[in-house]
């Protein structure tokens, strides 16, 4: 079992930067895969980024390239998604998810567990 705290969001203006983090509990967590996915009013929950176990390999979705960046920190349970040059359209709640697969996944129901959510506000 794995258990997901997902915080760090907030308000900011367009061009700024948030660090979102996502604590999990358990000594299990080093080898799940796991994943950011963001949902805004009215659209279904979106994939955003992806780490692998060791942190080696990763994965975003093309929107957010070049300006979000996913970590983990297998040692205090940790994962990361730094996210500069932020837009009006990230405006979301954030997720972090984690998974038994082998790979990166960029489907929400291929992941087992899943964070409360963080609110993400990007003004222009």
């Known amino acids: 079992q794995v258990h997901l705290v997902d915080a760090g969001g907030g308000l900011v203006q367009a061009g700024g930067s948030l660090r979102l983090s996502c604590a999990a509990s358990?000594?299990?967590?080093?080898?799940?895969?796991m994943g950011w996915f963001r949902q805004a009013p009215g659209k279904e929950r979106e994939f955003v980024a992806g780490?692998?176990?060791?942190?080696?390999?990763?994965y975003y979705t093309d929107s957010v390239k070049g300006r979000f960046t996913i970590s983990r920190d297998n040692a205090k349970s940790m994962v990361y998604l730094q996210m500069n040059s932020l837009k009006p359209e990230d405006t979301a709640v954030y997720h972090c998810?984690?998974?038994?697969?082998?790979?990166?996944?960029?489907?929400?129901?291929?992941?087992?567990?899943w964070g409360q959510g963080t609110q993400v506000t990007v003004s222009s």
């Open positions: 780490i692998n176990w060791s942190g080696r390999s990763t």
């Open positions: 998810a984690a998974s038994s697969k082998v790979v990166v996944s960029t489907t929400p129901n291929l992941y087992d567990y």
């Open positions: 358990g000594r299990s967590f080093n080898t799940y895969v």
